[in-house]
Protein backbone atom coordinates (compact mmCIF):
# COMPACT_ATOMS: atom_id res chain seq x y z
CA UNK A 1 0.00 0.00 0.00
CA UNK A 2 1.34 3.27 -1.21
CA UNK A 3 2.13 6.49 0.82
CA UNK A 4 -0.53 9.54 -0.72
CA UNK A 5 1.11 12.64 -1.27
CA UNK A 6 1.89 14.15 2.16
CA UNK A 7 1.86 11.19 4.22
CA UNK A 8 5.33 11.29 4.72
CA UNK A 9 5.40 14.93 5.55
CA UNK A 10 2.63 14.52 7.95
CA UNK A 11 4.97 11.87 9.64
CA UNK A 12 7.52 13.58 9.94
CA UNK A 13 5.72 16.31 11.35
CA UNK A 14 3.95 14.28 13.47
CA UNK A 15 7.48 12.89 15.14
CA UNK A 16 8.83 17.16 14.97
CA UNK A 17 5.60 17.46 17.41
CA UNK A 18 6.92 14.94 19.69
CA UNK A 19 10.28 15.82 20.14
CA UNK A 20 8.83 19.68 21.10
CA UNK A 21 6.62 17.91 24.08
CA UNK A 22 9.63 15.80 25.34
CA UNK A 23 11.63 19.16 25.02
CA UNK A 24 9.21 21.45 26.66
CA UNK A 25 8.77 18.55 29.62
CA UNK A 26 12.12 18.42 29.72
CA UNK A 27 12.94 22.08 29.84
CA UNK A 28 10.26 22.45 32.84
CA UNK A 29 12.33 20.70 34.68
CA UNK A 30 15.02 23.30 35.30
CA UNK A 31 12.20 25.20 37.45
CA UNK A 32 12.86 22.39 40.18
CA UNK A 33 16.97 22.74 39.70
CA UNK A 34 16.46 26.63 39.66
CA UNK A 35 14.43 26.52 42.89
CA UNK A 36 16.85 24.31 44.54
CA UNK A 37 20.10 25.75 43.43
CA UNK A 38 18.82 29.90 44.33
CA UNK A 39 17.09 28.00 47.34
CA UNK A 40 13.71 29.45 46.50
CA UNK A 41 10.64 27.66 46.74
CA UNK A 42 8.68 26.63 43.37
CA UNK A 43 6.12 29.79 42.88
CA UNK A 44 9.60 31.94 43.09
CA UNK A 45 11.19 29.95 40.92
CA UNK A 46 8.59 29.44 38.06
CA UNK A 47 8.76 33.33 38.07
CA UNK A 48 12.61 33.33 37.25
CA UNK A 49 11.84 30.75 34.71
CA UNK A 50 8.84 32.73 33.05
CA UNK A 51 11.11 35.59 32.93
CA UNK A 52 13.72 34.40 31.20
CA UNK A 53 12.56 33.84 27.42
CA UNK A 54 14.70 31.70 25.72
CA UNK A 55 16.01 28.25 26.94
CA UNK A 56 19.38 28.88 26.59
CA UNK A 57 19.15 31.63 29.12
CA UNK A 58 17.41 28.94 31.60
CA UNK A 59 20.19 26.48 30.99
CA UNK A 60 22.81 29.57 31.79
CA UNK A 61 21.11 30.26 34.45
CA UNK A 62 21.20 26.65 36.12
CA UNK A 63 24.67 26.19 34.60
CA UNK A 64 25.75 29.15 36.14
CA UNK A 65 24.12 28.76 39.66
CA UNK A 66 25.92 25.14 40.12
CA UNK A 67 29.23 26.72 39.14
CA UNK A 68 28.98 29.04 42.68
CA UNK A 69 31.57 28.65 45.37
CA UNK A 70 29.62 26.44 48.09
CA UNK A 71 27.81 24.34 45.57
CA UNK A 72 29.17 20.09 46.24
CA UNK A 73 30.90 19.02 43.69
CA UNK A 74 29.26 15.95 43.51
CA UNK A 75 25.99 17.95 42.61
CA UNK A 76 27.48 20.52 40.29
CA UNK A 77 28.97 17.97 38.36
CA UNK A 78 25.42 15.81 37.62
CA UNK A 79 23.72 19.24 36.95
CA UNK A 80 26.98 20.16 34.75
CA UNK A 81 26.60 17.08 32.85
CA UNK A 82 22.33 17.18 32.17
CA UNK A 83 22.44 20.55 31.43
CA UNK A 84 25.12 19.66 28.47
CA UNK A 85 23.23 16.93 27.32
CA UNK A 86 19.96 19.15 27.45
CA UNK A 87 21.98 21.62 25.30
CA UNK A 88 23.11 19.04 22.96
CA UNK A 89 19.75 18.44 21.87
CA UNK A 90 18.51 21.31 21.90
CA UNK A 91 20.61 22.18 18.93
CA UNK A 92 18.22 19.54 16.88
CA UNK A 93 15.63 20.77 18.06
CA UNK A 94 16.45 24.64 17.32
CA UNK A 95 17.15 23.19 13.83
CA UNK A 96 13.86 21.69 12.89
CA UNK A 97 11.83 24.89 14.52
CA UNK A 98 13.99 27.25 12.94
CA UNK A 99 13.65 25.93 9.30
CA UNK A 100 11.57 26.22 6.44
CA UNK A 101 10.88 22.88 4.04
CA UNK A 102 11.73 22.44 0.34
CA UNK A 103 9.49 20.02 -1.07
CA UNK A 104 10.42 17.21 -4.73
CA UNK A 105 7.89 16.85 -7.51
CA UNK A 106 5.90 14.25 -5.92
CA UNK A 107 4.77 17.06 -3.12
CA UNK A 108 6.92 15.34 -0.28
CA UNK A 109 9.45 16.93 1.57
CA UNK A 110 13.31 16.70 0.85
CA UNK A 111 15.18 19.04 2.80
CA UNK A 112 15.35 21.21 5.35
CA UNK A 113 16.13 24.94 5.21
CA UNK A 114 17.97 26.48 7.97
CA UNK A 115 16.32 29.91 8.77
CA UNK A 116 19.97 31.73 9.98
CA UNK A 117 22.39 34.26 8.48
CA UNK A 118 26.46 32.96 10.10
CA UNK A 119 28.44 36.04 9.36
CA UNK A 120 31.71 35.17 8.68
CA UNK A 121 34.92 37.32 8.49
CA UNK A 122 34.01 38.78 4.72
CA UNK A 123 30.96 37.02 3.91
CA UNK A 124 27.76 35.72 5.15
CA UNK A 125 26.77 32.10 5.23
CA UNK A 126 22.68 31.12 4.74
CA UNK A 127 20.39 28.59 3.76
CA UNK A 128 22.09 25.64 4.81
CA UNK A 129 20.10 22.46 3.78
CA UNK A 130 19.62 18.81 5.30
CA UNK A 131 17.61 16.06 3.87
CA UNK A 132 14.54 14.95 5.40
CA UNK A 133 15.18 11.07 5.15
CA UNK A 134 15.83 8.06 7.49
CA UNK A 135 19.00 9.49 9.22
CA UNK A 136 17.08 12.41 10.03
CA UNK A 137 14.13 10.35 11.32
CA UNK A 138 16.07 8.37 13.45
CA UNK A 139 18.03 11.83 15.09
CA UNK A 140 14.40 12.66 15.74
CA UNK A 141 14.06 9.84 17.43
CA UNK A 142 17.01 9.40 19.37
CA UNK A 143 16.75 12.92 20.61
CA UNK A 144 13.49 12.28 22.18
CA UNK A 145 14.55 9.17 23.70
CA UNK A 146 17.47 11.14 25.03
CA UNK A 147 15.27 13.90 26.76
CA UNK A 148 13.39 10.90 28.44
CA UNK A 149 16.55 9.39 29.74
CA UNK A 150 17.45 13.32 30.89
CA UNK A 151 14.11 13.74 32.73
CA UNK A 152 14.99 10.67 34.71
CA UNK A 153 18.07 11.60 36.18
CA UNK A 154 16.83 15.01 36.48
CA UNK A 155 14.40 13.75 38.45
CA UNK A 156 17.17 11.90 40.18
CA UNK A 157 18.84 15.29 41.20
CA UNK A 158 15.82 16.73 42.30
CA UNK A 159 15.02 13.86 44.89
CA UNK A 160 18.72 13.16 45.67
CA UNK A 161 19.63 17.06 46.62
CA UNK A 162 15.84 17.41 47.97
CA UNK A 163 14.97 19.93 45.49
CA UNK A 164 11.66 21.69 45.65
CA UNK A 165 9.28 20.04 43.74
Same mark, same amino acid.
Given at each position: ????? &? +??? !?? *?? $????????????? +? @??????? &?????? !? @????? /?? *? $????? @???? /?DLVQRLAKRDGTDPRERHAILNVTDRIQKVGHLRNRYNHCIYTFDDNAEVSHTILMRIADRKDAIKMGRTDPVDLKATAGIEQAITDL? !??????? @?? $????????
Open positions: MSQKP &G +EAF !DA *FL $LLVGKLNYAWTNT +E @SLLIHMI &GGLAKV !D @SETAT /II *F $LTLNT @SRAR /IR !DINHEIW @SI $LRDYRYPH
